[in-house]
């Protein structure tokens, strides 16, 4: 498992990932984004739901959990919970 991914409940992870729109200076207390956001990974009879999946592209680790995970399901279902995502 990434050292990044925490297993908060039995079958669901989270992690953290820097947001791409975070800029230095923001405040989310004003209506700037926060340094990072969080992603879900709940795996349930063969079907693996991903919430809001950020995902860096040289993130080796993350993309190794997530190819043993979500790679292994029967169905994958990638779920956005904002308009902007």
Do not use: C, K
């Not at 956001?37 to 950020?54: K, N, W």
């Not at 592209?57 to 308009?83: N, P, Q, Y």
């Amino acid at each position: 498992m990434s050292d990044r991914v925490e297993e908060i409940a039995p079958n669901l992870h989270r992690w953290l990932t820097p947001s791409p729109h975070w800029r230095e200076g923001d405040d989310q207390e004003t209506g700037g984004w926060p340094r990072d956001v969080g992603s879900l990974l709940y795996e349930r009879d063969g079907t693996a739901i991903v919430f809001d999946p950020q995902i860096g592209a040289d993130d080796a680790a993350l993309w190794a959990f997530l190819d043993a995970h979500a790679g292994a399901a029967e169905r994958v279902v990638v779920a956005l919970t904002a308009s902007w995502h």
